[in-house]
C-alpha cells in the first residue's frame, strides 16, 4: 500500500523547511514579546484562597479539672487517650488550640469557676470541649449551648468528640453504658491515661450511690449505683504496680456501697487488692458513708490494720442533728455515725477519720448548730471538711425554706474557728515513723510523705527519696502537717516493683504477657517496632507519610453526600454531616490492621 507521503524523511530535521525561521531569528524575536501581567483583583474576584486543612490529632489541648478524685481519675483517663492519638496536652493554656473542661456540680463556686472558664476561652477563641458532672446533670443551660460535651460515662470517646470539635463541629456524647440492660461503672480501666502524679494510681471501684440526699446534684449527673467487677479491678492494680506506682486511692461517689448491685462488698474487693500489693507501696480507701460502712465493721478494723493500708477513714456526717439528717434523706443518725467512729477507734489505734459538715441546710435551728459543735468538740476531728450550704438547681432542697445568708456564713465561721482551736499533732512530736515519699510541697519547699495513718509528713527534698519508704523521727508538729527529719542509718526502701512512668507519659500502651507483648495500635502512629526486637521502636517518615495519605483517603470515601444521618441520640453535627463515628472508626481500624499486618485493639 503506497505511503501518504511521497517522500522518506530521513531526519525529524528535514521537516523544516527554509522559509521557517532559523534559530537565530527565534531568538532576536523574543526581545519583542511583552508578557502581560496579572492583577491583584483578578486573582481575588475569580480565585477563593483556601486556608490551610485542620488536621485533628496535631492540635494543643489544655485540660482543667475541678472536683474529687474520681472526677481527677476521669481526667487521667481523657488526657492518655488524647495524647495515645496524637495531640499534645500543655500545661499553658494560651498555648493550646482546644481547651477540655472537666467540671464539678457539688457546689456553686466550682460551677462559677467553670462557666468563667467557658466565657474565657471563647473570648481567647480558643475551642471547647466540656465534661463533668455539670453538663452531664444540665446539658440543657443556656452557657453550654452550642459546645461539645463529652458525659461522665463516655470518657473512652473523648478522642471522637475532640476531632469533631477541631473541625468546628458540635458533638454530644451524653448516654449510659450498659450490658444486657445492667449499667456498667463506666469506661474500661485498661485505657491510656496520664497520671498526674506517677507514683499515684487513682481507681474509680464504682460510680453512683444508692442515697437520694436532697441537696445532692451528683446524683443527677453520676446516677444510681454501678460497680466494676473485681477482676476488672485487680488487674488495674497489678498494671499501676508494674508501671511504678507505689500508692493506690480507691474513689467513688460512696466506695462503702461497692459491689451491691453485683453480688459482693467492699470488704471482699479489699482482701483481693491486699494481695497484689508489694511491700513498700501502700493503698487509700476512698469515702464511704456510714449506713453501708456499719454492716462490715469487724472486717474494716482487719483490713485498717494491714501493714500496707493507710489506717484512714473519710466518713462525712454533714450533720449531728437527727433532724437535719432526716431532711437531708441521709438514711442515718448521729448515734450510727459515733458507732462507726467509736469502733474504729477502739480497734484500730491512731486510725484516723476524717469528716465533712454543712452549716446553714434548710430548717437547720441554732439548737442543731450547736449539736454538730459539740460533735467537733467531742472527737477533735484532724480532717475536718465545712461546707457552707449553697442551693443546687434541680435539687430538692433548693426548694426548701433557706437559712439566711449571714447565718450560714456566722456558723460556718464559728465551726472554722473551733475547728483551728486544736492541734491535732502535737503529741506526735518525738515519734519515729515510717512513712512513703510520693509528693512535692505547694512551695516546693519539701517533699510531701505519709504515715501509716495517712498524716502529712513534710520531710527534706532530696531526690533519692522520691517514691521511697523512709523513716523519720518528728521534730514539729503544725495545724495540717508534721516535719520529720530522715534518720541517719536508715536506708530507703523501694516499693514500687518498676521504675515509675515520666511525668506526662502515656500509662497502659504496653503491656507484657509473658514473653510477647500486646500493642495499643494509634492510627497515625509514626513508630514501628524494630526488625527482630520486641520492646523498641524506630521513626519511618516513609512509611507514615503513605500510610496517613491511604488513612485520609479512606476518610473521605466514607464520607457520604448532603442529606445522611448520624448515629440518632448520640451525636449531634453542625456545619455538615457524615457517618457514624463509631462505623466510621470501625472501619478505618479494620482497614489500618490488614495494612499494617499489627495488633488492633479498641
Not at 514539729?476 to 507519659?505: C, M, N, W, Y
Not at 504477657?513 to 492510627?523: A, R
Amino acid at each position: 500500500m503506497p505511503s501518504a507521503c511521497d517522500s522518506l524523511i530521513d531526519d525529524i530535521e528535514d521537516m523544516v523547511s527554509s522559509s521557517d525561521p532559523t534559530p537565530h531569528e527565534r531568538q532576536s524575536a523574543r526581545k519583542s514579546i511583552i508578557p502581560r501581567s496579572r492583577k491583584k483583583n483578578e486573582l481575588l474576584s475569580h480565585e477563593e484562597l483556601q486556608a490551610d486543612s485542620l488536621i485533628p490529632g496535631t492540635q494543643k489541648i489544655w485540660m482543667k479539672t475541678w472536683g474529687c478524685s474520681h472526677n481527677n481519675s476521669d481526667g487521667e483517663y481523657m488526657a492518655g487517650q488524647l495524647a495515645a492519638s496524637g495531640y499534645t496536652m500543655t500545661d499553658d493554656p494560651s498555648d493550646a488550640d482546644l481547651w477540655v473542661l472537666n467540671s464539678c456540680t457539688v457546689k456553686n463556686p466550682a460551677e462559677d469557676h467553670f462557666r468563667n472558664s467557658i466565657k474565657k476561652a471563647q473570648d481567647q477563641q480558643k475551642k471547647v470541649v466540656l465534661a463533668g458532672c455539670v453538663p452531664q446533670a444540665q446539658p440543657r443551660m443556656d452557657y453550654l449551648k452550642g459546645l461539645s460535651i463529652i458525659g461522665v460515662q463516655q470518657i473512652d470517646r473523648v478522642v471522637e468528640v475532640v476531632d469533631e470539635a477541631v473541625k468546628g463541629h458540635s458533638v454530644r456524647l451524653l448516654g449510659q453504658k450498659k450490658d444486657g440492660g445492667r449499667r456498667l461503672g463506666g469506661a474500661r480501666l485498661d485505657l491510656p491515661k496520664i497520671r498526674k502524679n506517677p507514683l499515684i494510681e487513682i481507681i474509680s471501684i464504682n460510680t453512683g450511690c444508692l442515697n437520694a440526699c436532697t441537696y445532692c446534684k451528683t446524683k443527677h449527673a453520676r446516677g444510681d449505683l454501678a460497680s466494676y467487677p473485681i477482676e476488672d479491678l485487680v488487674e488495674r492494680a497489678r498494671q499501676s504496680f508494674r508501671e511504678g506506682v507505689c500508692e493506690i486511692w480507691l474513689t467513688s461517689e460512696d466506695t462503702g456501697a461497692y459491689g451491691r448491685d453485683i453480688g459482693t462488698d467492699l470488704p471482699t474487693l479489699l482482701w483481693r487488692l491486699v494481695e497484689e500489693i508489694p511491700e513498700g507501696a501502700m493503698l487509700r480507701l476512698g469515702m464511704t458513708n456510714p449506713p453501708y460502712i456499719l454492716e462490715h465493721l469487724e472486717e474494716m478494723a482487719m483490713i485498717l490494720n494491714h501493714p500496707r493500708v493507710y489506717a484512714f477513714l473519710h466518713v462525712p456526717v454533714q450533720s449531728a442533728s437527727d433532724s437535719v439528717l432526716m431532711d437531708m434523706k441521709r438514711e442515718y443518725c448521729v448515734d450510727d455515725f459515733k458507732k462507726v467512729v467509736d469502733f474504729l477507734k477502739a480497734r484500730v489505734p491512731g486510725v484516723t477519720i476524717a469528716t465533712d459538715l454543712i452549716c446553714g441546710f434548710p430548717g437547720e435551728t441554732e439548737k442543731d448548730f450547736q449539736e454538730t459543735v459539740d460533735l467537733v468538740t467531742l472527737y477533735r476531728f484532724p480532717s475536718l471538711f465545712i461546707n457552707q450550704f449553697y442551693p443546687r438547681p434541680g435539687t430538692p432542697a433548693a426548694r426548701m425554706e433557706q437559712v439566711a445568708a449571714h447565718v450560714k456564713k456566722q456558723r460556718t465561721k464559728e465551726l472554722s474557728q473551733l475547728f483551728h482551736s486544736y492541734n491535732p499533732y502535737d503529741h506526735k512530736v518525738g515519734e519515729r515513723q515510717r512513712v512513703l515519699v510520693t509528693e512535692e510541697s505547694f512551695d516546693a519547699q519539701y517533699y510531701v510523705s505519709h504515715n501509716k495513718f495517712y498524716e502529712q509528713v513534710l520531710v527534706p527534698k532530696r531526690a533519692e527519696f522520691k517514691g521511697k519508704m523512709i523513716e523519720v523521727d518528728i521534730y514539729e508538729a503544725g495545724k495540717h502537717f508534721l516535719k520529720g527529719r530522715p534518720v541517719e542509718d536508715s536506708k530507703p526502701f523501694t516499693a514500687s516493683i518498676a521504675k515509675p512512668l515520666q511525668k506526662g507519659e502515656v500509662s497502659g500502651l504496653m503491656q507484657e504477657e509473658g514473653e510477647e507483648k500486646s500493642k495499643t495500635v494509634v492510627i497515625g502512629d509514626p513508630w514501628r517496632e524494630k526488625k527482630g526486637e520486641g520492646t523498641g521502636c524506630e521513626w519511618n517518615p516513609r512509611a507514615f507519610i503513605i500510610h496517613a495519605l491511604f488513612i485520609c483517603f479512606v476518610d473521605r470515601l466514607l464520607q457520604p453526600r448532603k442529606g445522611s444521618t448520624e448515629e440518632a441520640g448520640s451525636c449531634a453535627h453542625s456545619g455538615s454531616s457524615h457517618l457514624g463515628l463509631r462505623h466510621r472508626e470501625s472501619v478505618l481500624m479494620a482497614l489500618l490492621q490488614t495494612r499494617r499486618g499489627g495488633t488492633v485493639t479498641q
